[in-house]
């Protein structure tokens, strides 16, 4: 089983940063993928970022140059910077690891609330 506690997040004013962190316990494997979702009230959930244990990333087109993920694989630890932050970034994030070693397998955290002022 995989645990994912996540930290970090609260509220700033639009042009603020923020910072989450999310650190994975049980079995990790290095093929695993770890990223961040969010969902905003009404909306799905959405991709924000992902990486690979390698340090390949992948963002949505909506954070492309503001947000940046990074993943330090020693403590199984998974962060992301958010800088210039919108109203619209607005949502709860979810810390996400994606066990793709036996076909797709999903482990979530409980989600941390970011709130962006205008």
């Known amino acids: 089983q995989v645990q994912l506690v996540e930290s970090g997040g609260g509220l700033v004013q639009a042009g603020g940063s923020l910072g989450l962190s999310c650190a994975a316990s049980?079995?990790?494997?290095?093929?695993?993928?770890m990223g961040w979702y969010r969902q905003a009230p009404g909306k799905q959930r959405e991709l924000v970022a992902i990486?690979?244990?390698?340090?390949?990333?992948n963002y949505a087109d909506s954070v492309q140059g503001r947000f940046a993920i990074s993943r330090d694989n020693a403590k199984n630890t998974v962060f992301l910077q958010m800088n210039s932050l919108k109203p619209e970034d607005t949502a709860v994030y979810y810390c996400?690891?994606?066990?793709?070693?036996?076909?797709?397998?999903?482990?979530w955290g409980q989600g941390t609330q970011c709130t962006v002022s205008s």
């Open positions: 990486i690979t244990s390698g340090g390949t990333t």
């Open positions: 049980g079995t990790i494997f290095m093929s695993d993928v």
């Open positions: 996400n690891l994606k066990r793709v070693m036996y076909g797709s397998i999903d482990y």
